[in-house]
């Protein structure tokens, strides 16, 4: 297909598709003529992994970038989720961060195969840290709840990935689902405080 017929399979501006091929994020499709680009069934999937990542993950162009080379590599999985956590997680340094809130964010992760830079541990870490210094330092009821979800859903995830196929797919749900499982997740835990708060504080009512 033309550009203009990737733009309407798509939904996506000519000139926003344009972009994209500037800034790598889109492979080039496959000259027909001196000006002239034909474009496949993989470019309409990767604009859809594009758009997915930017409007729905809130993920930069150049992150982006990060990811979508994550997909393209032949990187193993361990590797390519690796990239994926640290793309779409805030730089944090060990050093900015209380001994004692790292000690409860390790309590709780006990058992678990983490590395001590994993950008959850470290993430973790720096809110209970925020907790603590706004005053309410014991959360020992609730964050191990939290861990416990936390756990269910990396589960689901790997299921999620397991259920693909090939190799390609596998790849490109690590990435995308990391991205935009986080997204997921913040929604559901929206609904569900909805339903548990109503079920707890209103008697059911809607």
């Known amino acids: 297909m033309k550009m203009a017929q990737l733009s309407t399979a798509s939904g996506i501006p000519v000139a926003t598709i344009k972009y994209y091929l500037r800034e790598g994020l ?60 640290r793309t779409v997680s805030p730089q944090i340094d060990l050093e900015t961060l209380s001994a004692e809130a ?44 939290y861990a416990a979800a936390a756990l269910a859903v990396a589960e689901a995830d790997l299921d999620e990935i397991d259920a693909r196929s090939d190799r390609e797919s596998k790849t490109e749900m690590v990435v995308v689902g990391t991205v935009l499982g986080d997204a997921l997740f913040a929604a559901l835990r929206r609904a569900a405080q909805e339903h548990v708060s109503s079920r707890r504080y209103s008697g059911g009512a809607s």
């Open 26 to 85: 889109l492979p080039a499709g496959e000259r027909s003529g001196p000006n002239q680009s034909l474009y496949g069934p993989e470019h309409l999937r990767r604009l859809r992994v594009i758009r997915g990542l930017l409007e729905v993950g809130g993920l930069s162009i150049a992150a982006a970038h990060q990811v979508i080379d994550a997909i393209d590599s032949d990187l193993g999985l361990s590797h390519t989720f690796d990239i994926a956590q």
């Open 102 to 145: 790292v000690a409860q964010v390790d309590a709780v992760l006990s058992g678990w195969h983490v590395s001590p830079d994993n950008p959850g541990r470290l993430a973790a870490a720096r809110v209970l840290q925020t907790f603590a210094d706004l005053g309410q330092p014991d959360l020992s009821g609730w964050v191990p709840g």
